[in-house]
T-cell receptor, first 112, second 108 residues
Framework: DAGITQSPRHKVTETGTPVTLRCHQTENHRYMYWYRQDPGHGLRLIHYSYGVKDTDKGEVSDGYSVSRSKTEDFLLTLESATSSQTSVYFC???????????FGEGSWLTVV | KNEVEQSPQNLTAQEGEFITINCSYSVGISALHWLQQHPGGGIVSLFMLSSGKKKHGRLIATINIQEKHSSLHITASHPRDSAVYICAVLYGNNRLAFGKGNQVVVIP
């Protein structure tokens, strides 16, 4: 199994509070991604990173920011959580865009 | 944008049956992934293919680039194959587009 860990795995937070999800990898892979998964939708890309301090937006990036200060860590921040951001968040990694992609276990976030 | 359609949305099979699930997409791609997601959420990569066929155990994945179509076959299905199977395609400026998944249930 690829070495990817997400934290926290489960979180309940209140509307308007900031939340940070962490993705940590031990594979030294260049690409890291944050997706959200919601009923009735496929996985949707929030942000991705192609190197330290190199990030780009995905299709559902509004309300989210990311940072990657080290190869192994990719942080996703909800600046002011809203109920529409209640979702399951998956981190993923790949050595390059055309390689096998490996997913973390998921982080269940509930915004009340 | 690449639309990814998976069918059937839901499939129930008896243990031992041969299962086929399908993925169609709308624009040219450079690669296609089949992923498996068990209840509880973990997502595992099964195959990545850009042409032809790949086999791993009881799973076979095929792709027809001209027809923009891929199939995943499960031979001698088992209850542990019960999962959601997700198709994802790599296209354009290295974008991944995901289908909504095929829910497969295998009854003992």
């Amino acid at each position: 199994d690829a070495g990817i860990t997400q934290s926290p795995r489960h979180k309940v937070t209140e509307t308007g509070t900031p939340v940070t999800l962490r993705c940590h990898q031990t594979e030294n892979h260049r690409y890291m991604y944050w997706y959200r998964q919601d009923p009735g939708h496929g996985l949707r890309l929030i942000h991705y990173s192609y190197g330290v301090k190199d990030t780009d937006k995905g299709e559902v990036s509004d309300g989210y920011s990311v940072s990657r200060s080290k190869t192994e860590d990719f942080l996703l921040t909800l600046e002011s959580a809203t109920s529409s951001q209640t979702s399951v968040y998956f981190c993923a990694i790949s050595a390059n865009r055309a390689n096998t992609i490996y997913f973390g276990e998921g982080s269940w976030l509930t915004v009340v | 944008k690449n639309e990814v359609e998976q069918s059937p949305q839901n499939l129930t099979a008896q243990e031992g049956e041969f299962i086929t699930i399908n993925c169609s997409y709308s624009v040219g791609i450079s690669a296609l992934h089949w992923l498996q997601q068990h209840p509880g959420g973990g997502i595992v990569s099964l195959f990545m293919l850009s042409s032809g066929k790949k086999k791993h155990g009881r799973l076979i994945a095929t792709i027809n680039i001209q027809e923009k179509h891929s199939s995943l076959h499960i031979t001698a299905s088992h209850p542990r194959d019960s999962a959601v199977y997700i198709c994802a395609v790599l296209y354009g400026n290295n974008r991944l587009a995901f289908g909504k998944g095929n829910q497969v249930v295998v009854i003992p």
